[in-house]
């Protein structure tokens, strides 16, 4: 047997070089490049091997661990995870920081392969720079850490093991029902020792990803379920995306009059046009997709993981005699609401599963159910877009939310209709911060409503450009306000929820579709969180555009506390107030002139006709924009007919408070209970 004698890090990175993947079209290349921050426990090992002999591996410089691989988590999402990024991060704080970004992979069912540097597998050194040391066990580093957060994890103590270390790597990152991070530790002496490495080791490997086909059992089983129901309900989960099943979910649902609701891993698999999307469902989702899901009595997943707020905390599905069928390529999530499980691809389960409803002549026997509902929520959008500020007149001794809500936030802050100047503007969220409002209005010399700014970006972006966010109040407008006209142009992490995925998403973006503009969507609490890959995209020249919403707060969680009875604390940026609370004057920021430094092309916008420009301006920059648009708290769009369940105090001396916990009680009595 030929052999090649390589470190350690050689051998990864010429491992690494060869691999392929192969979907049904052809082999292309798997890996595409490597995320680097370097330090001293990676730079002369792994440093060396990339300086030396990268081979096509194109290497990235990351300015902040955890942004470079949330950015390496994006560029796997937006290509349907048939391409990865792998990321390399010093010993001690520079792995710490990825692991909120492994997390965030991992939730989500994306491949990325992690490499950070360890301590000493000799120990000789101990403790070295930045190494952790526990007295009870000193094999226990940082990156123990990762075990949690990862799919597979390894660390290499000797440089033959290697081999199996990344063969069972390749395994997992391919693996289209159980991906995530992989991690693979690597002590920074052990990446430079060598070893005679079989050549055969480093031959071109083809990884063959062939579709799960569902059994001919369980697709005559889900038919007969089908069969014996009246209105069922598709959800599009992220699944059909990874499987290119968008044409067979739309021919599908056409073909039985089955409506779908979307999450927000699925949304934009089909044009939010076509007659049978409902749009977004659940607690972020729309009055459309959530009242045809009341009364559905099928609830049919196609490659979605029910989460709590898709389902509503298990409660929107309130039909008696609701049951559920499952399409999923995990057999873990296919099981889950005790449903049909239908182990499979999505397409091909789509596929075989409409034969076999074609030989039953099955239609569903909606009427004018789907169209009506549509209508309704059109109309309902058309008003959230023109929602405007008009000032506050005279005083309020509290608030109301808009149609339905309004006597709901009423009842749990105590507060008479009668209280309310019928001229006053009522936010969408109102009841909390009303007469706040202008304080707001004169800090942030703004009049914009976020619902509008959503509408009026959804009008001007291209159709064919791609959107990205991630937490706070905006995947909530998103997913009931964004209309998609072409598919796969809607990128939202809320698998894991993590702030700060957008900007350094926007890139790994960029990286993965080049010729496309591309839009980060992000709260100013977000961005102040990372927003260090900004940087790289200038250094690339891969142009993005923030789109920074600035209402000065975590406005997402300012609602939560509120609604659930608690007074504003510590979710609004202001300065401490005499009485040594955070209850001064409102902090105000020039998130523009903060980017203008770093060399981004910047625009401000606090009027409907500035934000216009702006947008066109920036899709004529040459370079990465960011359009900083201060917008007014409450503004964002209230719930639509889902309860989420949280965690509300069973013990307060606050009445409003045991209001709520009164709520969640009878709530959780409708909700199912597994």
């Known amino acids: ?34 995320f680097t921050v370097f330090g001293h426990g990676n730079v002369l090992g792994l440093g060396q091997a990339l300086q030396e ?46 692991l909120t970004a492994a997390a965030t992979a991992t939730a989500n069912q994306i491949p990325v392969l992690l490499l950070p540097g360890d301590t000493f597998a000799t120990r000789q050194p101990d403790p070295v720079l930045q190494q952790m040391e526990h007295t009870y066990n000193l094999s226990i580093t940082v990156n123990d850490a990762f075990k949690a957060v990862s799919k597979y994890w390894d660390r290499i103590y000797r440089p033959e093991q290697l081999m199996t270390a990344l063969l069972n790597a390749m395994r997992v990152l391919t693996d289209q029902a159980d991906t995530g991070a992989v991690t693979i530790a690597l002590p920074q002496d052990v990446q430079g020792e060598a070893w005679d490495y079989p050549l055969e080791f480093f031959k071109r490997r083809i990884h063959r990803v062939a579709p799960r086909l ?36 739309r021919a599908f649902a056409e073909k039985f009059a089955i409506p779908f609701g979307e999450t927000q891993a699925g949304k934009s698999a089909v044009a939010s046009s076509f007659a049978y999307n409902l749009g977004g469902i659940g607690v972020t989702g729309n009055g459309c ?135 006053s503007f009522v936010p969408e969220i109102a009841g909390h911060l009303d007469e706040r409002l202008p304080e707001y209005a004169e800090a942030l010399n703004t009049s914009l409503a976020q619902t509008q700014v959503l509408a009026i970006l959804n009008e001007y972006i291209p159709e064919d450009a791609i959107v990205i966010g991630a937490a706070g109040s905006l995947p909530g407008d998103m997913q009931r306000i964004w209309n998609s006209a072409v598919p796969d142009t809607y990128h939202m992490e809320y698998g894991f929820s993590c702030m700060g995925y957008e900007v350094a998403g926007a890139l790994g973006i960029k990286l993965a579709e080049p010729e496309r503009e591309v839009y980060a969507l992000v709260g100013d609490g977000s961005y102040q969180m990372l927003h260090s890959e900004l940087v790289t995209s200038l250094q690339e020249n891969k142009k993005i555009n923030v789109i920074l ?11 939560l506390q509120m609604e659930q009875g608690l007074d504003s604390m510590a979710t609004e940026f202001r300065h401490r107030g005499q009485d040594g609370q955070l209850s001064g004057g409102l902090m105000v920021i020039d998130y523009a002139a903060s980017a ?68 969640k009680k009878g709530q959780l009595e409708k909700a199912r209970s597994y």
């Open 1 to 34: 047997m030929e052999r090649i004698r390589l470190t350690t890090s050689q051998a990864l990175v010429k491992f690494l070089d060869q691999q392929y993947v192969d979907f049904g079209s052809g082999p292309e290349r798997f890996i595409h490049g490597i």
């Open 53 to 98: 002999a990268p081979g096509g591996l194109t290497v990235y410089q990351g300015r902040n661990e955890q942004g470079m691989v949330h950015a390496a988590t994006a560029f796997a999402k937006q290509s349907r995870r048939r391409r990865i990024m792998a990321c390399t991060a010093s010993v001690g704080p520079g792995s710490a920081n990825m």
């Open 214 to 249: 569902p059994r001919p059992d369980e697709i005559a089983a889900a038919a007969d379920l089908i069969a014996g129901k009246q209105r069922p309900l598709l959800i599009c989960g992220g699944g059909v995306r990874y499987s290119d099943a968008g044409a067979e979910l």
């Open 289 to 423: 997709a959530n009242t045809l899901a009341q009364a559905a009595d099928l609830v049919i997943g196609v490659g979605t993981r029910f989460t709590d707020f898709t389902t509503g905390s298990k409660s929107l599905f309130a039909h008696p005699e609701a049951e559920f069928l499952t399409l999923n390529a995990s057999p873990y999530h296919a099981a889950k609401l005790d449903a049909l499980a239908v182990v499979c691809d999505a397409a091909e389960g789509l596929k075989a599963l409409s034969a076999a409803l074609e030989e039953r002549g099955y239609r569903s026997a909606y009427t004018d159910e789907i169209t009506e509902a549509k209508k309704a929520w059109a109309a309902e959008r058309t008003r959230l877009a023109s929602v405007e500020y008009t000032g506050i007149k005279g005083s309020l001794k509290a608030g109301g939310a808009k149609d339905g809500g309004v006597k709901e936030a009423d009842a749990l802050n105590g507060v008479k209709e009668a209280d309310r100047p019928a001229d």
């Open 549 to 559: 919403l600035d209402n000065a707060g975590f406005g997402c969680i300012n609602n």
């Open 596 to 663: 203008a430094g770093y060399g981004v092309k910047t625009f401000r916008a606090a009027t409907v006709e500035e934000l216009r420009n702006a947008l066109a301006e920036a899709r004529r920059a040459e370079r990465s924009t960011l359009i900083d648009i201060k917008v007014l708290p409450k503004t964002m769009t209230h719930g639509y007919g889902a309860w989420w369940h949280v965690g509300v105090p069973e013990v307060s001396g606050s009445e409003a408070v045991q209001t709520a916990y009164g709520q």
